[in-house]
């Protein structure tokens, strides 16, 4: 009757074995670890590692003066930009209620 079950099994165990090239390539997804930044609190004045950050960006002097997005072209750092301002916080409780999530059920469309 030609192959059996068995042999057909032992046949595609073969085929697909780990370290093939149809595996699929270990970290290629994932994320770049990063040192943790250490910055002095803004509400506590201690050194620690920084959980939250706040950051004020002044918005643009005209709605009609919009640059138009370039993902080629070379950006400025938030900090570089003229106005702003960030605030590092160890903690919620440093933090205070602006990191808490004030919704509610009535809030979203159903």
Not at 28 to 51: F, H, S, T
Request: charged share 30%; glycine share 6%; net charge positive.
């Amino acid at each position: 009757m030609g192959i059996n079950f068995l042999s057909r099994i032992n046949i595609t165990l073969h085929l697909f074995k780990l370290g093939d090239k149809m595996a699929r390539p270990k970290g290629r997804d994932a994320r770049p670890k990063l040192d943790p930044i250490r910055r002095k609190c803004a509400e506590c004045g201690k050194v620690r590692v920084v959980k939250h950050r706040r950051w004020k960006i002044p918005t643009n002097s005209s709605q009609f003066n919009i640059p138009i997005y370039n993902k080629n072209a070379n950006h400025k750092n938030r900090e570089d930009q003229p106005g702003t301002s960030v605030k590092n916080y160890c903690s919620i409780e440093c933090a205070g209620d602006t990191f808490l999530n004030k919704y509610t059920e009535d809030d979203f469309d159903r």
